[in-house]
């Protein structure tokens, strides 16, 4: 995924997300990020699309991070919404 266009906490919590995923899984989580980077940059980004997408996100985690990322995954929302 080419993150060049993200600002700068979008990078950041893409980062953070890509480092958590399971072995394997990177390129549906990459998928999901794109298209969820896509809605916010569209304006499509609700707070209901924004808790199916961290369902599908912490689907693609390694256990040991789920706690650690709704954590995030709240800090970051506040930004968006």
């Known amino acids: 995924m080419d993150i060049s266009g993200l600002n700068e ?10 480092q958590r995923i399971q072995s394997g899984k990177e390129s549906d989580a990459e998928a999901i990020m794109q298209e969820a980077f896509a809605r916010y940059k569209d304006g499509t980004f609700t707070k209901e ?17 789920i706690t650690e990322f709704l954590s995030a995954a709240k800090d970051f929302a506040k930004q968006l919404l």
């Open 49 to 65: 699309y924004m808790n199916d997408v961290g369902m599908r996100v912490m689907a693609l985690l390694r256990f040991e991070c």
């Open 9 to 18: 906490g979008q990078k950041a919590f893409y980062g953070f997300v890509m």
